[in-house]
């Protein structure tokens, strides 16, 4: 129990005092502090690992502290420390740590190291806090905290308009996504008179019992309320068609997009809904819908990543496509696959956006892969990293990626529910999408004739830089082998009880990679890798060829469905039509001239009048207190 | 006792009376002085009923202690500021005007409390002297159950004292007196010192005049 | 008295015993050691808080023919009178500095004040109850007049002839209320009022009414607040820090006792009374506020607002409602205590400040205090997360549960209005253009003391809970 409290409090005060005090701290050991608090926290999190994964360690669903209490509504603080928390924790703490150590060399040359540093070590503790969360307050502090956080970090070079808007961007669609979360929330309370989890799963049979009526249709509660908390999950973990503000964010400095927009933060939407799979499993209409969007998500981002030409826009639709996969495999009731695909991403996805950094440093924040090409000798490390989270992510037998992905295409294709084949068959064709603009990205990057403009002058970047990379390359290949038994096909697995158990294959990991030759994902992932190499690297005149054969898909992929088009036209336009209808009918006639001002003036004049009776002389104080009392007396006798 | 003349009821009556009638002197007298004895008058009519009431030691302690000293004391700080009459003016006719007011709303509400007790009020033969006298009484009370608010009454009176010293104090005046202890121990050195400098010539280059005594 | 008695009333002992002592030795003190008083009281209000502090956790005794009481609730606002009071006699360290010749009286004065507090939560009888609101109130009359200037004496001669007016009729209700039932021990009143004749009643009520007439003065609320806004503009500031803080907890306390103990009988009609001067302190606070230009009068308008709101707590007569008070007192007196101590520590030497005009871009001359008086404003204005807050959800639950759902939305409205006011003075503080941009200086002592004032009540508005769970201790037993 402490050690959950400090493996979230080093990290919070770390970060304070590198935030308040920074400037007389200087910088270098404004960063050493962060990274030691995010190192501590670290090695208490696999502390923590140890003791529940192989001591047995019962969970702990404690309350540590209670806020406010009013009437039935319990503000607590509360940790529920069991097996899918501590794991996470223990990916959260590592992936950050990394991160941490990365941005030493990454954050070298920027002026305001400190307040980065500030940053992302109080975004550790905002995320470990929903990590750790009992009920759905604290979750939704931690949930509002990454957010603000990932808001801040978008927009850390705040002298650039498009990071500005970026993070403007991020920060409404998460609030759209957020107000529907809040919503779902206080249906929770309202339905449980409890804002624990352990409640809402008490409640959850008998709430999916209970139907109501909205819009004319009897629903059931529950689903109502699984939908508006995905809602949240779905902006959070930017699922179609909240997605928008994801590849925004990667104006953002790179260590942020592989911490905040790949490893972790992105991921809490799969995270809350496999802590909340005790209420999801019981709506199944919920799980559909999770399930589609989760699919549509993997399938058609991934798409968009075939026409981008900014290196760090790939990794993120790859991230948008992973999420997806993740997602539906939620919706799928293979929470365990999921969540092991969560893991195995945050390793390898971390490590490709890294490795991006790496490639970005080298070239002077150039990221524009046209402008790129032939760097695999002159970024040696670099080269041979990305290449493995490259594996990893077309989940190429038996690289981590393989293991969980196929885990849960698995899954999707033994399910028999609403969806389901369609969910299969976007997987299934997201693979090849997966390993085809993948190895664009690499092949564009690292083998092409080089397009540098100044190739004599590269080289490679400093080792705090490659030591992550390496350090994440090793479980990017090795944890899906590792994990695949504990986590996937023992019964109980390494999750216990803290998340719905549903096992789909029980194969041992050897089998299953000799097995997956005869499935149809591997070939069509090397059908997709050997496309790339046809595309970029045989016959470099292909793409344009194709570009302008297929223009109209060309211009719709590169407009990105023409999802940005749409809010700027619906949203953006409409809303401001409609401000400036209530500006000016509404604000400056009703509010402005009657409540307001109105208002104002009455209570001016009311202040005046308050004013005259205070005269100042005594007499007629006197005067005011004996009347004040005498109409006390005739009132009460 | 029949037919007796009622000679308590009267006295009270008298006694109380006066109370109120110089009570009400004390307020509308328009010089200080005079407002003061009314009070004295006031002070000498209380004790009387409370005499009558039998608590003879209370009475008199009254009369010791305001009329003889409080009272006093009073008139003599009255009288060495310069007092005059206060005109009567138009707020002051506006104030009595509200006053009159209110004392009537007050006697409405003393009416409101007497008015279900009249008979009460006439049973003041009925009061049983105690065994011992008053003063025993109220010290062996005082000392005893009421220790407490007589302490804190003690502290109140320190903390008067300790006000009204503190508020008149003026720290310029402190030092009329002489400091004999400075006087003794003062040395010659103290009073007198002895500068060594070397004779310098008056300058000839000043613009002021060498000033000679 | 035995030793278990004398255990009792240790603390009131203890400060009175000092009290003397600091008399004493400020006789034989020359000027320039005036510091010496300033810290032995600082010593004294420091050991008695030890003394209280082990008092915690005692089952309530008597001492003293039951005329002293030792409860849970006299333990714990104790407690916060000596931590007002430690803190606004620290605000007045630069007073000192500047009056060396004062501060024996100062000093003095101050311990016999906090000592009538103390003994007025712990007084279970009318009599010391009245004494002790006298020695209470008495040393504070000469504590506003302690300078002898113009503003000062005239705040203090309408302080102390408005004082002695609302104890005289304090003292004529509890005469009143003797006469009715011929009794002035709390607890006995209680029996004596259920078994009254009727025609005894009457006056008993009426007594009633005089009493709250008397105990609203001291708080200073509504109509009986016309003290406050010259009192508060024309005393030193360090003894506004006192005088707005502490008493209002000793009243308050005071009040819940005698009110719900003693004459539970008349609960419909006090409850009704307190009612009507809650509103209207709440609306006359919050309204007159808002034209103030002079920071203490607006500070003094905000505290009679405030005190409105924490009557609300009082009048719902549930266990709740009189934790949710006693919760908004302490958070109160904490604030006014830092509103007010900003207002030392802003002062530079030779300029006062006094007017809302004088804090214009405090932030670009000093940030710290400007921060802090922003955290103190905010939570007068009960905005989150501060503690001012979490009083007012907390008086506003209170009325929601006994189902005054009409005073609560009342309240709430008023609330809003008194956003304005402080929000202005932050408005000045960071959006206003400077005119003289010099940074501010002022001595590290009074910047310490304002930042842990001021971070109490962020910290408490973080963490409220500890000390509702105190409060809420005290009336649920």
């Known amino acids: 129990m402490t050690y959950a409290l400090y493996i979230l409090l080093f990290p919070l005060f770390a970060g304070s005092l590198v935030g308040i005090f920074g400037k007389p701290l200087r910088a270098l050991p404004s960063q050493l502090l962060t990274t030691l608090g995010v190192a501590i926290s670290f090695i208490l999190s696999a502390i923590l690992f140890y003791q529940f994964i192989f001591l047995n360690h019962a969970p702990i669903n404690q309350v540590l502290y209670s806020w406010a209490v009013a009437d039935q509504l319990h503000l607590n603080i509360g940790f529920m420390i069991d097996r899918l928390s501590v794991m996470m924790a223990l990916v959260v703490t590592f992936v950050s740590l990394l991160v941490h150590i990365y941005s030493f060399g990454y954050m070298y040359d920027d002026p305001s190291k400190q307040r980065f540093f500030s940053y992302i070590s109080l975004f550790t503790f905002m995320m470990l806090a929903l990590i750790f969360a009992n009920n759905f307050l604290l979750l939704f502090f931690g949930w509002e905290g990454v957010g603000l956080m990932s808001y801040l970090l978008i927009g850390f070079w705040f002298q650039k308009d498009s990071a500005n808007a970026a993070s403007m961007k991020a920060f409404l669609v998460n609030r759209i996504a957020d107000f529907l979360f809040l919503v779902g929330i206080a249906g929770v309370f309202a339905y449980t008179h409890s804002l624990e989890f352990s409640q809402a799963f008490i409640a959850a049979p008998s709430l999916a019992q209970t139907s109501i009526t909205l819009f004319g249709h009897p629903a059931s509660v529950l689903t109502v309320l699984c939908l508006l908390i995905f809602c949240g999950a779905m902006g959070k973990s930017a699922q179609m068609p909240l997605h928008v503000w994801l590849p925004e964010s990667m104006e953002g400095p790179t260590p942020i997009s592989a911490l905040i927009h790949a490893a972790t933060m992105v991921t809490a939407g799969i995270y809350l809904v496999a802590r909340l799979s005790p209420m999801y499993q019981l709506s199944p209409t919920a799980l559909s819908v999770v399930m589609i969007i989760g699919a549509t998500s993997a399938l058609f981002m991934g798409i968009l990543g075939l026409v981008q030409t900014d290196i760090k826009r790939v990794v993120a639709y790859s991230t948008l496509s992973q999420l997806g996969y993740m997602m539906a495999g939620a919706g799928a009731s293979a929470y365990a696959a999921s969540i092991f695909h969560l893991f195995t991403h945050a390793c390898f996805k971390a490590l490709l956006f890294l490795a991006a950094g790496s490639v970005i440093i080298a070239l002077h924040h150039e990221q524009d892969m046209r402008k790129m090409g032939g760097l695999a000798r002159k970024l040696p490390i670099t080269y041979i990293t990305f290449l493995c989270g490259a594996l990893a992510l077309i989940a190429l037998p038996p690289t981590s990626g393989f293991y969980s992905k196929d885990s849960i295409i698995d899954a999707v294709q033994q399910l028999n529910a609403v969806g389901s084949s369609y969910t299969y068959w976007c997987l299934t064709l997201g693979v090849f999408i997966t390993a085809l603009y993948t190895f664009r990205c690499f092949f564009l990057v690292f083998h092409t004739p080089t397009r540098v403009d100044d190739p004599a002058h590269v080289h490679e970047t400093s080792s705090t830089m490659w030591i992550p990379l390496i350090i994440l390359a090793i479980p990017s290949l090795a944890l899906g082998y590792l994990l695949f038994k504990p986590l996937i096909i023992d019964s109980p697995s390494w999750f216990g009880n803290s998340i719905v158990a549903n096992h789909a294959a029980l194969q041992t990991a050897a089998a299953m990679a000799l097995d997956s030759l005869s499935h149809l994902p591997f070939w069509l992932m090397l059908a997709g890798v050997f496309t790339a190499w046809l595309c970029y690297v045989r016959f470099p005149k292909l793409p344009t060829w194709f570009a302008t054969r297929l223009s109209l898909i060309y211009i719709v992929l590169v407009d990105k469905y023409g999802f940005d088009r749409l809010n700027d036209f619906v949203f953006v336009k409409g809303t401001r039509k409609l401000s400036q209808f209530f500006f000016a009918i509404v604000d400056v006639k009703v509010i402005d001239e009657g409540a307001v001002h109105g208002s104002g003036k009455l209570i001016a004049y009311l202040s005046q009048w308050a004013r005259k009776l205070q005269s100042g002389y005594l007499y007629q104080y006197v005067l005011v207190m004996i009347l004040g009392l005498l109409v006390l007396l005739f009132w009460q006798i | 006792m029949l037919n007796a003349f009622p000679t308590t009821l009267v006295v009270f009556y008298a006694f109380a009376a006066l109370l109120i009638a110089s009570a009400f002197m004390v307020i509308l007298s328009r010089h200080p002085v005079q407002s003061a004895l009314y009070l004295v008058l006031a002070f000498f009519a209380s004790a009387a009923l409370w005499i009558m009431m039998q608590a003879e030691f209370l009475g008199l302690i009254l009369i010791l202690v305001y009329v003889g000293a409080v009272m006093t004391l009073f008139l003599f700080v009255v009288m060495t500021i310069p007092m005059h009459t206060i005109p009567i003016d138009k707020t002051r006719l506006l104030y009595i005007g509200y006053g009159s007011l209110v004392l009537v709303l007050f006697l409405g509400v003393m009416a409101k409390i007497i008015h279900p007790l009249n008979h009460i009020v006439f049973q003041l033969n009925n009061f049983q002297a105690p065994g011992i006298s008053g003063a025993t009484a109220i010290g062996e009370s005082l000392y005893t159950t009421y220790v407490f608010p007589f302490e804190i009454a003690g502290f109140l009176l320190l903390v008067a004292i300790i006000a009204a010293i503190s508020l008149s104090w003026k720290t310029d005046r402190r030092k009329i007196i002489n400091d004999v202890s400075a006087q003794v121990n003062v040395k010659a050195k103290d009073r007198l010192k002895i500068v060594k400098m070397k004779a310098e010539k008056p300058q000839q280059d000043s613009t002021e005049p060498v000033q000679h005594d | ?477």
């Not at chain 3, 810290?39 to 808080?49: A, K, M, N, Y």
């Not at chain 3, 006469?179 to 006995?188: K, R, V």
């Not at chain 3, 934790?323 to 604030?335: K, T």
């Open chain 3, 1 to 477: 008295m035995n030793i278990v008695d004398f255990h009792i009333l240790l603390p009131e002992i203890l400060v009175l015993a000092m009290a003397a002592l600091v008399l004493v030795i400020g006789l034989f003190s020359g000027r320039k050691q005036s510091s010496i008083s300033y810290t032995l009281s600082q010593i004294s209000l420091l050991i008695s808080v030890v003394f209280v502090w082990n008092q915690i956790g005692m089952p309530t005794l008597y001492a003293l023919h039951n005329m002293f009481i030792l409860d849970a609730a006299t333990t714990l606002s104790k407690l916060m009178i000596l931590i007002c009071a430690i803190f606004s006699l620290a605000y007045a360290k630069p007073f000192f500095n500047e009056n060396p010749e004062k501060t024996h009286d100062y000093c003095l004065l101050f311990l016999f004040s906090v000592s009538g507090m103390m003994m007025l939560v712990s007084s279970n009888h009318l009599i010391p109850m009245y004494l002790s609101l006298e020695l209470l109130s008495l040393p504070l009359y000469a504590l506003v007049t302690i300078q002898r200037t113009g503003m000062n004496a005239e705040a203090g001669m309408k302080y102390f002839a408005m004082g002695a007016f609302a104890s005289a009729l304090l003292l004529y209700g509890i005469s009143l209320v003797y006469g009715a039932t011929a009794s002035l021990s709390l607890s006995t009143i209680a029996n004596s009022l259920q078994l009254l004749q009727t025609q005894y009643s009457t006056m008993a009520l009426i007594g009633l009414v005089f009493i709250v007439a008397g105990l609203a003065f001291k708080f200073g609320a509504a109509p009986f607040h016309q003290w406050s806004p010259d009192i508060y503009q024309g005393a030193p500031t360090p003894v506004i820090t006192l005088l707005g803080s502490a008493p209002k907890i000793a009243v308050l306390i005071m009040a819940i006792r005698l009110f719900s103990q003693s004459f539970v009988t008349f609960a419909a009609h006090w409850q009704m009374i307190w009612i009507a001067v809650a509103i209207a302190s709440m609306a006359l606070g919050n309204i007159a506020a808002i034209i103030q230009n002079n920071l203490r009068r607006m500070l003094a308008y905000s505290s009679i607002a405030h005190m409105g709101y924490m009557l609300l707590g009082f009048v719902t007569q549930t266990p709740g409602g009189n934790a949710a008070a006693l919760f908004y007192v302490f958070a109160y007196a904490l604030m006014t205590l830092a509103g007010f101590g900003a207002l030392i520590v802003a002062s530079n030497q030779g300029f006062e400040v006094e007017n809302i005009e004088d804090l214009r871009g405090l932030n670009s001359r000093s940030p710290w205090i400007a921060f802090m008086i922003l955290i103190v404003m905010f939570s007068l204005a009960g905005i989150p997360p501060s503690v001012g807050f979490f009083a007012k959800v907390g008086v506003l639950e209170a009325v929601m549960s006994v189902h005054m759902t009409w005073l609560a939305v009342l309240a709430l409205i008023f609330a809003i209005i008194g956003c304005y006011y402080y929000i202005r003075v932050v408005k000045a503080m960071y959006f206003e253009p400077v005119e003289d941009a010099s940074p501010l200086y002022s001595s590290w002592g009074g910047k310490v003391i304002l930042s842990l004032n001021s971070l109490i009540i962020l910290l408490l508005g973080i963490f409220p809970s500890s000390l509702i769970d105190l409060c809420r201790a005290v009336y649920f037993s």
